[in-house]
């Protein structure tokens, strides 16, 4: 039976040791069949399915199917919890090998994470998290291929930094239009432009937004959302691009 002073330090390493670093340890025991793995993806389908709200510790026992304290065994709470299924969905980002490029690699990683976003659209919330593991991978990956322009680690940051602020912004407001949509009955950005055609057409009415009642008239890709990122996101790798030409 482990001693009171042993009992006391493993309080204290839970309390202030990460979730990565305890899970990193070997175990003291042979692992069951309720693994960290397993439970991010549990909590991340519950997420998916019904919003991150819904992710509580006992939901998930009872989606586990195990005692309600068994997952803290490997979490403490709900941070960390969220760490978990952080980290599980970025790992779903398939990093490029960066074989082709700084413009290239970066422009194939933008169109991923958006991807991966969008497909777990509450992850945004849940983003003030410490740094997981599959987080840190995403810089490390950009910043190696960006090693090869020569950059000093400051510029590079700041070239990741601005490529991941517009992905992050672009999905942002796509998950937005989503909400607005659900939240006000429609299925579809069509029947979304209809329901507010009085609410624009009284503001383009006053005299105020000629360019943008000239978007409305003439814009042919108002719902290719695709066409709309990959077209900013070339926008800002191309002024990247221009400004570390020699």
């Known amino acids: 039976m482990p001693s009171r002073e042993r009992q006391v330090q493993t309080a204290e390493d839970r309390d202030h040791v990460s979730v990565w670093e305890r899970l990193d340890r070997p175990a003291p025991v042979p692992r069951t069949t309720l693994t960290p793995q397993r439970i991010a993806r549990t909590a991340v389908a519950i997420a998916d399915t019904e919003g991150l709200d819904a992710v509580t510790m006992r939901r ?3 989606e586990l199917g195990v005692a309600p304290m068994a997952a803290y065994r490997y979490v403490n709470g709900k941070d960390e ?14 990093l490029p090998d960066g074989t082709e490029g700084w413009h290239s690699t970066m422009r194939t990683l933008a169109l991923r994470i958006r991807e991966v976003l969008l497909r777990h659209a509450w992850v945004r919330r849940a983003a003030w998290c410490a740094p997981t593991p599959s987080q840190l991978a995403v810089p490390e990956a950009v910043l190696s291929v960006l090693d090869g322009v ?10 990741y930094n601005t490529v991941t602020a517009y992905v992050h912004g672009a ?37 105020r937004y000629p360019m943008y009642e000239r978007y409305v008239g003439e814009a042919g890709r108002k719902d290719d959302l695709q066409w709309q990122f990959e077209t900013g996101l070339d926008c800002v790798l191309d002024g990247i691009a221009a400004r570390l030409a020699p």
């Open 81 to 94: 919890l969220l760490e978990l299924m952080v980290d599980f969905v970025y790992g779903e980002v398939e």
């Open 150 to 159: 020569s950059l000093d680690m400051d510029t590079a940051m700041a070239v």
């Open 171 to 207: 999905v942002d407001s796509e998950v937005g239009l989503t909400q607005l949509l659900r939240v006000r009955g429609w299925s579809s950005r069509e029947e979304a432009r209809s329901g507010l055609a009085s609410h624009m057409g009284w503001l383009l009415e006053t005299g």
């Open 60 to 62: 998930l026992a009872t």
